[in-house]
């Protein structure tokens, strides 16, 4: 197999992929074997008819469009690496020749590239340093929260709603006196004071006495997403069935020994500032790093093709689709929602996966020049705090990993590996 190449336009190569006769023959012969089983002349069992007499009936060109494309699938990623070209989109695919005689071909495979990038200077990067301070009453936060979550429900019957109350109602919805679809539910979870139903909702719920049927008047909000009614005035006829409150525990060392392993609030508290430092310090470490990234790719000259562009809006799609159904929804059904379309979701991203392109290749290109690399003891280090992580054994996490798999972890270790060189050679005021 002989590959030449040739810049056609800017980050754009041809490829041209001389196939020489011994692997078209095998490629044909696979197309055989694909094709046979549907293939059914006089004298022959359905699927059993031999090439060369499919070929007399039919014409050699019969296996051709398969035998191309098994041979193209198997020589393009030796002709990539052999020109070593990186490439960033499928390529396009077209037959030059075939040479009937010999029972070769030659094919072109014109393919958009990874674009070069200048860097600008990114030793010496100038960042001003940022730090945070664990403060008391994010310690009486913390503290709060352990409160509340340790907090005991109990159903109330002598007083009205007050906010913060857990309700448990019914509720119907009339817009110009007819009821809407979706505007009615029975036996509904409602804390008051949550910001969960429309706007004025809840507030006028306060007031209200067990199993008494009141009127609450709301319009909905100009963005809503059902289109009917936006903007729409509606009444809705409410009955709360059911009041429940929340019983805070006092905060004393027998409250501590029960929630935790300290016995005093003191030795609690200063757990919880221990974790607030490390969580500030985790913050201001990402913080700095964000800036110096920043300003790298500030300094970066780039012309960046659509389709790595294209690409990313794909991933930022299908990440936001993966996150919508782990709530039970989907991307297909949002954009709905909103009255929208899937181009129209992924164009307000358009920045955001340029920005995300840019930053990828000014690492690299940091990561090449300064020969940053990710070594087997790096990868088995990663694995190691997979493993720990969910508790299961180094040997088994290891193959659990597929090629693609180590491929995307080896990068992930090299962008942190450049990431701490900028760090190590800026200079933080």
Request: hydrophobic share 35%; aromatic share 8%.
């Amino acid at each position: 197999m002989r590959v030449t190449k040739k810049q056609v336009e800017k980050n754009v190569m041809k490829l041209t992929i001389s196939v020489d006769s011994e692997t078209f023959q095998k490629g044909i012969e696979k197309a055989y074997r694909k094709i046979v089983k549907q293939i059914n002349l006089p004298g022959f069992r359905k699927g059993k008819a031999p090439r060369k007499v499919i070929e007399q009936y039919y014409g050699k060109e019969v296996f051709y469009e398969d035998a191309i494309n098994f041979v193209c699938q198997d020589t393009y990623p030796i002709a990539l690496d052999r020109s070593g070209i990186n490439p960033v989109d499928m390529p396009e695919i077209d037959v030059e020749k075939i040479d009937e005689e010999n029972g070769s071909f030659v094919y072109t495979a014109t393919v958009t590239v990874k674009p070069e990038v200048e860097l600008g200077e990114y030793k010496g990067i100038e960042v001003e340093k940022v730090s945070y301070e664990t403060k008391d009453e994010d310690i009486d936060a913390e503290l709060k929260k352990a409160q509340e979550q340790n907090a005991r429900i109990i159903t109330v019957e002598d007083r009205e709603v007050k906010n913060g109350d857990m309700t448990v109602i019914d509720f119907e919805g009339f817009v110009d006196g007819v009821a809407f679809e979706g505007g009615k539910g029975t036996d509904y979870s409602l804390e008051i004071g949550s910001g969960t139903f429309i706007p004025g909702f809840e507030e006028q719920i306060v007031g209200a006495k067990l199993n008494e049927e009141i009127d609450v008047n709301v319009t909905f909000p100009e963005e809503y997403h059902s289109e009917e009614l936006k903007g729409k005035p509606a009444l809705f006829k409410v009955t709360v069935k059911e009041i429940k409150e929340k019983q805070l525990p006092e905060i004393n060392d027998d409250f501590i020994k029960d929630i935790s392993e300290f016995d005093t609030v003191d030795e609690y508290k200063a757990d919880i500032k221990a974790k607030l430092d490390k969580s500030n310090e985790d913050k201001a470490k990402a913080e700095l790093e964000n800036k110096l990234v920043e300003k790298l790719v500030e300094g970066i000259e780039v012309e960046i093709p659509e389709c790595m562009i294209k690409t990313q809006l794909d991933n930022i799609a299908q990440d936001f689709d993966y996150r919508l159904q782990m709530q039970g929804m989907s991307l297909q059904k949002y954009v709905e929602m909103t009255s929208s379309t899937l181009d129209a979701f992924k164009e307000q991203f358009k920045d955001q996966a340029l920005s995300q392109v840019k930053t990828q290749l000014a690492l690299e290109a940091v990561a090449k020049n300064e020969k940053i690399t990710s070594t087997a003891k790096d990868v088995e280090a990663e694995m190691k705090k997979m493993a720990d992580m969910y508790g299961m054994e180094l040997d088994k996490i290891k193959k659990m990993f597929r090629d693609e798999d180590k491929k995307s972890l080896e990068a992930e270790i090299i962008t942190r590996k450049t990431i701490e060189f900028l760090v190590e050679n800026a200079k933080i005021k």
